[in-house]
């Protein structure tokens, strides 16, 4: 069965010039290990291939629990030199929920 982000978690999004952090955060504690599983940097990568052109590295906060990912080159030159409609990359958050996985575990 495959399910999207937004049904088992919620996003949030930071900037600082041209790299984006997208956090990602289970409602239910449980389902933590799912996305540690299914949410790679590879799988974000593939799933950003067109909005985000340099590397995504993903960090693993259990205690929270959490990821987060940093992801370079994501914002257009960032938020003072940016053209683009979302210069905070605010809607990427909301992107990374669209974002389908197999719920397997």
């Known amino acids: 069965m495959t399910i999207k982000l937004y049904d088992i978690a919620h996003s949030r999004a930071g900037d600082k010039g041209n790299t984006l952090t997208l956090s990602l955060i289970p409602y239910k504690p449980e ?25 995504i590295t993903r960090y693993e906060l259990p205690n929270l629990p959490a990821l987060q990912f940093v992801c370079q080159q994501a914002l257009s030159g960032g938020v003072t030199t940016s053209l683009t409609i979302d210069t905070h990359g605010k809607s990427l958050s909301y992107a990374l929920l669209e974002m389908v996985i197999d719920n397997d575990l």
């Open 31 to 55: 389902d933590y290990p799912l996305l540690c599983e299914k949410v790679t940097a590879d799988a974000v990568s593939h799933h950003f291939r067109d909005l985000v052109l340099g590397e």
